[in-house]
């Protein structure tokens, strides 16, 4: 049974910086892709950014704040997240990928307020 976790949200005020993680266990395939998603009460699921290999991908609205990255060997992504706005509070989610699978973290709450 795969299981991904994530830690590392909290409360932080405007302009601060948190850094997310996400850890897969129970297999022992690589994950293929590995992705960060956040989600806001009454709104869909989206996607924050995703990395396939060493290649990452960012939504818009995290561009060039939001950095992603990944220890492979040890299924472990990472989203550093800097001048972070009150917009981006949500409860953000990691998701892994193998083919056709994948599996989702029960998410961890990033609150940006002063």
């Known amino acids: 049974q795969v299981q991904l976790v994530e830690s590392g949200g909290g409360l932080v005020q405007p302009g601060g910086t948190l850094r997310l993680s996400c850890t897969a266990s129970?297999?022992?395939?690589?994950?293929?892709?590995m992705s960060w998603h956040r989600q806001t009460p009454g709104k869909e699921r989206e996607l924050v950014a995703g990395?396939?290999?060493?290649?990452?991908r960012y939504s818009e609205s995290v561009a060039g704040r939001f950095t992603i990255s990944r220890e492979t060997s040890k299924n472990t992504v990472y989203l550093q997240m800097n001048a972070l706005k009150p917009e981006d509070t949500a409860v953000y989610y990691c998701?892994?990928?193998?083919?056709?699978?994948?599996?989702w973290g029960p998410g961890t709450q990033v609150t940006v307020s002063s």
């Open positions: 129970g297999t022992r395939f690589r994950l293929t892709a």
């Open positions: 990395i396939i290999g060493q290649r990452p």
């Open positions: 998701r892994g990928v193998v083919g056709t699978n994948d599996w």
